[in-house]
């Protein structure tokens, strides 16, 4: 089950879903454009093949930019729960994950960003939709 929680992050605009980004058992790879966040997920599950495919929504964070960007380790296992929380101020901007065939189930690593105020806008901080508890 994916659960997703706000934290108080920076104003959201020109929100984008993206398609169908992975096929079945396909490595997914994807990250989010510019300033954008990851702030929202959509799966289907085929019980023939035992895998999802997934579409991402991206929103960027204006007057924000991102630093100290870096990726995780494997937030989960096989067959396991998958638990992750952002630090303070910061978002998902990416994720990265590969499906098992032995095992059916897929492990994830996400790209974390902190976000600082940009020179244009320094102290503009609102709430923006950010993932936070996996």
């Given at each position: 089950?994916?659960?997703?929680?706000?934290?108080?992050?920076?104003?959201?605009?020109?929100?984008?879903?993206?398609?169908?980004?992975?096929?079945?058992?396909?490595?997914?790879?994807?990250?989010?454009?510019?300033?954008?966040?990851?702030?929202?997920?959509?799966?289907?599950?085929?019980?023939?093949?035992?895998?999802r495919?997934?579409?991402?929504?991206?929103?960027?964070?204006?007057?924000?930019?991102?630093?100290?960007?870096?990726?995780?380790?494997?937030?989960?296992?096989?067959?396991?729960?998958?638990?992750?929380?952002?630090?303070?101020?910061?978002?998902?901007?990416?994720?990265?994950?590969?499906?098992?065939?032995?095992?059916?189930?897929?492990?994830?690593k996400?790209?974390?960003?902190?976000?600082?105020?940009?020179?244009?806008?320094?102290?503009?901080?609102?709430?923006?939709?950010?993932?936070?508890?996996?």
């Amino acid at each position: 089950m994916w659960d997703f929680a706000c934290q108080k992050v920076g104003t959201t605009t020109r929100c984008v879903i993206t398609g169908w980004i992975n096929n079945w058992d396909e490595l997914i790879a994807y990250e989010c454009h510019g300033i954008g966040a990851l702030v929202g997920v959509e799966s289907k599950h085929n019980n023939a093949v035992e895998d999802r495919r997934f579409k991402f929504k991206c929103c960027a964070v204006r007057g924000l930019r991102y630093n100290s960007c870096y990726t995780s380790n494997y937030i989960n296992v096989f067959d396991g729960n998958m638990d992750k929380q952002n630090g303070n101020k910061e978002v998902f901007k990416g994720i990265y994950s590969y499906h098992s065939n032995r095992h059916e189930d897929r492990r994830w690593k996400v790209k974390i960003c902190r976000v600082v105020p940009s020179r244009h806008h320094p102290k503009k901080m609102i709430k923006v939709l950010a993932p936070k508890p996996w």
